[in-house]
Nanobody, 115 residues
Framework: QVQLVESGGGLVQPGGSLRLSCATS????????MGWYRQAPGKERELVAM???????NYADSVKGRFTISRDNAKNTMYLQMNSLKREDTAVYYC?????????WGQGTQVTVSS
């Protein structure tokens, strides 16, 4: 069983920055891909960014140029650096990892962008 623990969410003003972390319970090399998703109230969950083999492979158009996904292999941790945050980035952010057999989800962390 894979466990994912997210942290780093909170309240930030528009234009501010936050860094989300997702710590995994097993080696990061076990995963075919890793990603960040978000779900705003009344909306469906959407992909924010994805990384595979250590390289970012996909960003949502709405976050390109503002968000950066990365990972630290030694710490078995994935990150999402979020800059120039906008009110529409407000959502619960989830990390997710995929092995060849299964997909796992974290519990989510709230990000609120408000003045």
């Amino acid at each position: 069983q894979v466990q994912l623990v997210e942290s780093g969410g909170g309240l930030v003003q528009p234009g501010g920055s936050l860094r989300l972390s997702c710590a995994t319970s097993i080696s990061i090399f076990s995963f075919k891909s890793m990603g960040w998703y978000r779900q705003a109230p009344g909306k469906e969950r959407e992909l924010v960014a994805m990384i595979s083999g250590g390289e970012p492979i996909n960003y949502a158009d709405s976050v390109k140029g503002r968000f950066t996904i990365s990972r630290d292999n030694a710490k078995n941790t994935m990150y999402l650096q979020m800059n120039s945050l906008k009110r529409e980035d407000t959502a619960v952010y989830y990390c997710s990892v995929r092995t060849f057999l299964q997909v796992y989800w974290g519990q989510g962390t709230q990000v609120t962008v408000s003045s």
